[in-house]
């Protein structure tokens, strides 16, 4: 089982540009959850998706938006892209009580 | 005010030493309680869940004190492999929206 992988690992953007980062949850897990982790800070909730919807999102602009396919696979779309935006995008996936992170997409904003 | 606080630190302590950190958080209807592991550049690693009658793992003893709305984590005899940074995590629902805490850094010198 490859746990949950997410690609590319790293990624440089310009101001303005869009992003798409991609996750693939652990085999057999149908829920993915996207986490934004800034330098020195802890994980922040982007939002959940199940059965191909957003369940729970946190206090993220709408330029944040997401897509659950029905491989459960997801992608984490971020548009018009700010300075801000620059940190570690973090996807999870769940498996009772324990929630499992992939090793994350770092993105920095130029 | 955060959701979950936690002293940044860094701990800088000898190996041998015992060690604990403190987390506190705001809203009583948290349900669930997590300390999670995250070495430098890599994602969070559930290190043990919490519990209100206290429950250990090997050197590590975590503790919930629910009328103070504070979290506990106790590390005896620390090893060089212990340094990290290790934040404290609370969940409202069943939804597994995790909010985390800044995280707090232990250093284990020789």
């Known amino acids: 089982d490859a746990g949950v992988t997410q690609s590319p690992t790293h990624l440089i953007k310009t101001r303005g540009q869009q992003v798409t980062l991609r996750c693939s949850p652990k085999?057999?897990?149908?829920?993915v959850s996207w986490y934004q982790q800034a330098l020195g800070q802890g994980p922040q909730f982007i939002f959940q998706?199940?059965?191909?919807?957003?369940?729970q999102r946190g206090n993220f602009p709408d330029r944040f938006s997401g897509h659950q396919f029905p491989n459960y696979s997801s992608e984490l779309n971020v548009n018009a892209l700010l300075l801000g935006d620059s940190a570690l995008y973090l996807c999870?996936?769940?498996?009772?009580?324990?929630?499992?992170f992939g090793p994350g997409t770092r993105l920095t904003v130029l | 005010r955060k959701e979950v606080e936690q002293d940044p630190g860094p701990f800088n302590v000898p190996e041998g030493a015992t060690v604990a950190f403190n987390c506190t958080y705001s809203?009583?209807?948290?349900?669930?309680f997590f300390w999670y592991r995250q070495d430098c550049r890599k994602e969070p690693k559930l290190l043990m869940s919490?519990?209100?009658s206290g429950n250990e793992d090997g050197r590590f003893t975590a503790q919930l004190n629910r009328a103070s709305q504070y979290i506990s984590l106790l590390i005896r005899d620390s090893k060089l492999s212990d340094s990290a940074t290790y934040l404290c995590?609370?969940?409202?629902?069943?939804?597994?929206?995790?909010?985390f805490g800044s995280g707090t850094r232990l250093l284990v010198r020789p």
């Open positions: 809203n009583s209807a948290s349900q669930s």
């Open positions: 919490v519990y209100s």
């Open positions: 998706y199940y059965e191909e919807e957003e369940r």
């Open positions: 085999s057999g897990h149908d829920t």
């Open positions: 999870a996936s769940k498996e009772g009580n324990e929630q499992f």
């Open positions: 995590v609370v969940r409202m629902d069943s939804s597994y929206k995790l909010i």
